[in-house]
């Protein structure tokens, strides 16, 4: 049995019913981030364009209604999918994909309970500006999000943790463990500064002072 063979060919089956099966395909793309994250991200993103058209009404608006396809496919993917240890895999092919990103945070409302500051705090505690780059700038272009002291504040909480390996949590919780490379410093708060808001861009700042 060759289980990615068999999740590709039941997403060919759910996809044509996302409304219904949105569970499934959630509870799909999830194993095969650990499989094929490639994969895992070209399905995501192809079931977003394909449904374009029940999304685009909500684009810039402040949130998906709780009964349109965008609550489930966009806000909930987001929420189960990109906090997971496991989506740690798929990061790469996630930041890479452009497309997905301007969906899911540059058109898309953007909730609240995100789990994006899981990503872009892996990634920048890495090392991997880049690829942090291309998600944070996917979230500056949206023209509704205003949240950016708690953003910056949930990205610096994910830097005290010990062990840099360990994706959702865990290990030694120390103040020590915030301290950052000045490449790192840098980066947050050339960040930081492009936050148009003022009060916004002070919290911002604030909380990136842990990190210095």
């Known amino acids: 049995m060759n289980k990615e063979d068999i999740l590709l060919k039941n997403y060919g089956i759910l996809a044509k ?3 219904i099966n949105a569970d499934a395909l959630e509870a799909l793309i999830l194993q095969l981030c650990e499989i094929a994250p490639e994969l ?7 079931l977003l364009k394909n449904n374009i058209k029940e999304l ?14 965008g609550y489930k496919i966009v806000r909930d993917f987001e929420t189960n999918l990109v906090g997971e240890d496991y989506f740690k895999y798929a990061l790469s092919y996630f930041s890479k994909n452009k497309q997905l990103l301007e969906i899911l945070y540059s058109k898309s409302p953007i909730s609240d309970y995100a789990d994006v500051y899981y990503a872009i705090a892996y990634l ?7 690829e942090a780059n291309t998600i944070l700038t996917a979230i500056y272009k949206n023209k509704t999000y205003a949240n950016y002291s708690s953003l910056w504040k949930n990205i610096v909480n994910r830097f005290r943790y010990s062990d840099i390996d360990n994706y959702c949590g865990g290990g030694l919780v120390s103040d020590s463990n915030y301290k950052q490379s000045k490449e790192v410093q840098d980066f947050c708060l050339s960040w930081v500064e492009r936050i148009i808001d003022e009060e916004q861009q002070a919290g911002a700042m604030t909380h990136i002072m842990r990190i210095f």
């Open 17 to 19: 019913n996302p409304t």
């Open 56 to 69: 685009e009404g909500y684009f810039y608006s402040e949130e998906y209604p709780y009964d349109n396809l």
């Open 40 to 46: 895992a991200i070209r399905c995501w993103s192809d």
């Open 124 to 130: 920048i505690r890495n090392e991997k500006l880049n």
